[in-house]
């Protein structure tokens, strides 16, 4: 009996590896030949659930009613995105049609080979892909020199402001007898901060200079990013060598963490993206770092208490960090004509525009200088510039791992557990050893 | 060919078995595979077969062996105060006699939100700005918490999380260990005039002492485990003050996509949890009464 049960076990066990692993490539056979020319009716889009995905949502119908295919969007958080796109890109077959794609992924996505180059698709539909703004057509359209994305939706990060707060007689006053000259929107980082910790200082609890963001990893890393490419760093040389622990970026770090200590509300440490907007939507902030569509939430009267009175300007110091979401189709796909129709149609100038009038952010330079867009919303021409002038995280594969390790070691230095140069000398090397 | 109990077996046992195979056993032989390589996310299948070298880095890799240490210092604390806490509540709810159902429904609340659940609840309730512990806190005149931001308190924070969330299930099986001992040995105890201390000294806590070593065990084991709790609190900050092991190796499987080490980290972590196991069975065994 017990030799008997052994051997089924043991029969079983075999059998249950042999299957797992054909059943795969029986899934797959079946599904591309299922899919071979048959023209898909309906398509899959992973997406995050942010509002640019909610301006798709509402105008998918069309695309519906006018090619018969029907369009499932499925949004979820940030977090569980990257995790949910890399087995389906992986196999080979994915369940999703179209996927957006973050710009600090495109780099390990297209050196994986997982995303369908679109140059043939471009050239064959002379689809005109010199409306983008340069800039983010360099960092979610091509890479090399080949096209894998149209552009989605930029978040390049901005300075957004309290405008009653920046032009407050009495504040002004006092700043001009502390500090011999008048308070304005500074243009460099030095008197952000200054201006930053003087809020504070004379607001006490009720009034933060500046709302920060020191969760890792994401967060406390596109926030400081801003701080060094406006004081002139940067991740790398040129020639490729990492500089990522030079005097400009000890400098910001040492301008971050002043910020942090002596003008942020207590606890931002460990704030993420919500708490701080929470801070600053709850009136209870000058300032805050954050991307420029946000401005459009905070003018928003049901989502926020100081709608009217906020503004977007470039991050002192004049660069930003631009990011953005390119829309692309995963090689494994299963109709990529199919899938092209729908990039073709969102991306068209009437489609980008229609989104952008409903509060899209926009991507084509077309679409931002629309005079209908601008007439909604004018601050879109400092955006434009903004956007023009910023600096993207490298396309290289490890860009996720490098936003970790920048995260943590950011984190280390807010928070005292190693200098400003020894965490960003841990960066460095960290980066440098990254395959 | 089979007799009748043959067949009987057959048909129970090998369903089980196959759901076992796939569920448990597959992905135990398959990770245990991956361990001994270089396996990545960024290409398929297992990769290079690299020896013992994936063990031998986790025992170099610093932010593991702190990271580690961080577990330690989560679980004996939680695991402690827990099973403190946990042992008076059911000592009290054993003894009252009105309201027990009501008393009881209330408390085992946080037991039945998920992790996550009561991450998102807890990073609201302890905002330091806007949450409601500082602003009560306030009312009395003391000073608000930085309670996630402050390094030397996010520790401490999340250990008063874990507690309000994982107290209940303390509870629920001490309780359950106290109703189902016998009533003969208290009579024998009063009989002899034993106080109420001495009663429960020499009584309760040796009869309970089985029940008490799987609640502790159960406990130890999801402690080190942690890892939607850190994930939702503070991921790991600030600094590296609350990166316990399991969202280590997490992270090395998702961000830094390397599944062969850190599969080899898991297996280090399953050793661990084995001894423990073996540590507190043969701890409730206890020495062999002599004949």
Known sequence: MKKHGIVLMAIVLVMSLLSACSSGNNKEASESSGAAGSGKKELNILMESVPDTDFVKQVVDKFTAESGIKVNIEAVNYASMHEKLVPQLLNATSSYDIIVVDNYWVGEFTDAGWLEPLDSYIARDKFDTSVYSKSMWNMVGQVKDTAYMLPFYNYAMSLVYRTDIFNNTDLKAKYQAEFGRELTLPDNLEEYVNISKFITKENGNSMYGSVMMGLRPDPISVEWLNYLFSSGGDFFNEDGSVRINDANAAKSLGLYIDNMKNAAPKGAAGFGFDEAFNVFAQGNAASFITYNWMLNKLQDENESKVAGKVDVAEVPGGVSLNGGWGWAIPKNAGDKEASWKFLKWVESFDIAKERALAGGSPTRNDVF????????????????????????????????????????????????GKSAQKALDTVAKEIAELE | MFSVKRKQFLIFFVPSLIVLAVTVIYPLVYSLIMSFTNASLKKQGFGEFIGLDNYIKAFKDTYFIDSGWNTIVFTVIVVTLEFLFGLAVALLLNRIKRGKKIFFTIIIVPMLITPVAVGLIWRLLLHPDLGIVNYLLGLIGVEGQAWLGDAKLAMMTVVLVDIWHQLPFMILLLLAGLVSLPGEPYEAATIDGAGRFQTFLHVTLPLMKETIVVAVLFRVITAIKTYDLIYVLTKGGPGTTTEVISYHIYKQAYTFLNTGYSSAMSYLLLIVIMLISTLFVRVSRGKPQPR
């Open chain 1, 369 to 416: 200088t629309d005079s209908d867009v601008l007439g909604q919303y004018p601050h879109y021409v400092r955006v434009q510039k903004i956007i023009n002038d910023s600096h993207m995280i490298p396309i290289i594969p490890q860009a996720p791992q490098l936003i970790e390790i920048l995260g943590r070691e950011l984190s280390e230095a807010v928070s005292g």
